[in-house]
């Protein structure tokens, strides 16, 4: 029981594409040891390279994102027990002994059922003083942290992303929380580096072998679209504006804008790397502005060829659909550069 990294609702999850992508480079990339997971998301592809490489560098601008990194891969050692503990505690939790709290006050009836909310709020608090307390480490933390935001993705009044909730009226509590499954357990030791940075600085700091790049490519940013991920995960109980009950703009990505391509190009020129690869997954005929792709596929493989030999690889792949967008004869590309080599 319990839950597997991939078992949340993402944006561009690679999950169906992770076989794919792992066999190109497993295959292509020779002489290598270390890999970087730039814009990792989910954290998949990490996952289904995690016997390929000794080293990783695992990143991402979200917090949230950072804590379930840490949580599934860090190599701390963590209490099983001290674990299942806790989850006994708060399997006790009865909402109708729970005061209201910022959870059930802002997202109460809207993201979440007013049960469910309660129930929540009191859990991220309790997992506070927990960690204030010192009577959890930090590697515990982050498991109860993100065992929470899987528990609670489950049941939220959403259609996948946090940018809106469903108008309609949320007729039972379906809360339930689980503990997720570790991919890096006590018995395990590998050196896996995990940051929370601006990919363009983090790339000017390491030297891995293999770096592979997934990054946005819409005007959709990741920082709106999971803020209620973001706001319990950080917990600095910020004041919220608009239907959607969002925070102040923060962290906002550069990719998601027409800066994009000129921070692609930054990028790949700070790399210091083996082999780059990159995903690419909007050949499709967008009919929404926020799909549009700020980075055009040829732009992209001008910048890669100027650092080495570009090999594209495709595959035919169902993307995320909201309606709008013509998917029709929709792939999933793979650039792959080897640094250094370029064509006679």
Partial sequence: ?????????????????????????????????????????????????????????????????????????????????????????????????VKSNYVSKNFGGKFFSKNDSLVIGEIRELLENEKKADSINFREFCILLSSLIYSFDRCANTVG??????????????????????????????????????????????QPDVVYIDPPYSSRQYSRFYHVIENIAEWKKPKLYGTALKPAPENMSDYCTVKAIDAFRELVADLHCKYIVVSYNNTYDSKSSSSKNKMELEDMKKILDLKGHT??????????????????????????????????
């Fill in 1 to 97: 029981m319990g839950f597997d990294i991939q078992n949340r609702r993402y944006t561009g999850s690679k999950q169906k594409l992770v076989k794919w992508i792992r066999g190109i480079i497993t295959k292509k990339c020779d002489n290598v040891n270390s890999f970087c997971d730039l814009f990792a998301g989910t954290g998949v592809v990490t996952n289904a390279l995690i016997n390929d490489f000794s080293t990783f560098y695992i990143n991402d601008f979200l917090y949230s994102n950072f804590i379930i990194y840490y949580a599934f891969f860090s190599s701390d050692a963590y209490s099983e027990e001290k674990l299942f503990v806790l989850k006994r505690q708060i399997e006790t939790i009865d909402p109708r002994n």
């Fill in 161 to 206: 992303h946090y940018d809106a909730y469903i108008k309609k009226p949320i007729l039972k509590d379906s809360f339930i929380f689980e503990l997720i499954n570790p991919v890096i357990t006590n018995q395990q030791d590998k050196r896996i580096f995990i940051s929370c940075k601006d990919s363009n600085q983090l790339v000017r700091e390491i």
């Fill in 311 to 344: 090999t594209i690889f495709d595959i035919n792949h169902k993307a995320f659909n909201a309606g709008k967008t013509d998917l029709k004869n929709h792939k999933e590309l793979l650039f792959l550069t080897k640094v250094g080599e370029h064509d006679e």
